[in-house]
């Protein structure tokens, strides 16, 4: 493809976008917070998902998340379901939230089926 002389790349391969980080996937550090609450389980979690505080869980919004409470509700949405329904859950903020929320089950269970698929590579 190319644009007023510039050669613009059609799609990047997935090996150059993991060696500029990604922000979908929690680093090791943020992995390692992830904590089920006192008395509950993973069954109990998804009935929960929007009454229970984020830091209960110990997940932090990152700081350079512009939209904080579009992150809040992915996570919440992922801890409750698997299915992106709605043109606004394709946003970077939402979207970001609801991978998180896949990976926080797959620290418990990776079998689950609310967990991500694949194997678990954080990032550094």
């Given at each position: 493809m190319k644009r007023s002389g510039k050669i613009i790349p059609f799609r990047k391969k997935p090996t150059?976008?993991?060696?500029?980080?990604?922000?979908?996937?929690?680093?090791?550090?943020?992995?390692?917070?992830?904590?089920?609450?006192?008395?509950?389980?993973l069954v109990h979690l998804k009935g929960v998902a929007d009454s229970i505080g984020l830091h209960d869980l110990g997940v932090e919004i990152p700081k350079h998340c512009v939209h904080k409470d579009r992150f809040e509700e992915g996570f919440?949405?992922?801890?409750?379901?698997?299915?992106l329904t709605d043109i606004k859950?394709?946003?970077?903020?939402?979207?970001?939230g609801f991978c998180w929320a896949k990976y926080f089950y797959k620290k418990f269970n990776p079998n689950h089926p609310l967990a991500c698929a694949g194997a678990f590579k954080a990032k550094g």
């Open positions: 150059e976008l993991l060696s500029q980080g990604n922000a979908y996937i929690p680093s090791t550090s943020e992995f390692e917070r992830f904590t089920l609450p006192h008395r509950r389980t919440r949405h992922g801890l409750k379901t698997n299915s859950m394709l946003r970077k903020s939402f979207a970001w």
